[in-house]
Structure formats: C-alpha cells, structure tokens
C-alpha cells in the first residue's frame, strides 16, 4: 500500500511566492517561513489535487490521433517500426542469429 503525505501551499503576503509543507493535518504548523524570502506570514492556499493514474488509463487518455500519427511514422520511417527488430532475431534453438 503507497501512503502519501499531504501537501500543503502558503502564498507569502510580503513576496507572493509559494512555499511547499507537507504533513499530515494534525500536524498543520501556526507559522510558515516564505522559502523566499523567510517572512513568517503566509496564508493556505488552495492547490490543485493529486492524482494517480494506472499506465492503462494514461493510455486512454491519450488523444486518439496519437495511434494515426505513430503508423504515419512508421509508414514513413521503416527505421521506427518495432517490428523490424522481431524480424531480425535469430533462432533461439539453434543459439545464433539469423544475419
């Protein structure tokens, strides 16, 4: 099981910059330091939430023409397709390569 720790961000009131804390909720701290420019007054911001994705649904989130623009490459290109490497192998049983 991945446990992460939660992030939190605090915008400087003197500088504007964003400083990073993380800790558990419990252990929310009364002052944070600007990484900055060290002013010890900073207020919680909102931050954008994390998100883990699968490798699948990195994939399917993929524009779809990704899979037209990869076989125009390798139409294009026989050098990029994956399938030239298949084909060169040598046979296994006899312990050598085919070349």
Request: charged content about 30%; overall charge positive; some cysteine.
């Amino acid at each position: 099981m991945h446990v992460t720790m939660p992030v939190y961000e605090y915008r400087c009131d003197s500088c504007r910059e964003i400083t990073t804390v993380f800790g558990a909720v419990a252990e929310k701290p009364d002052h944070v330091a600007c990484k900055a420019c060290g002013f010890t007054k900073a207020h919680r911001i909102l931050s954008r939430p994390s998100v883990r994705l699968s490798n699948l649904s990195k994939l399917e989130r993929l524009d779809p023409k990704y899979d037209k623009q990869i076989d125009q490459a390798i139409d294009s290109n026989p050098a990029a397709n994956p399938d030239r490497l298949i084909n060169r192998r040598g046979d296994i049983s006899k312990g050598r390569d085919n070349d």
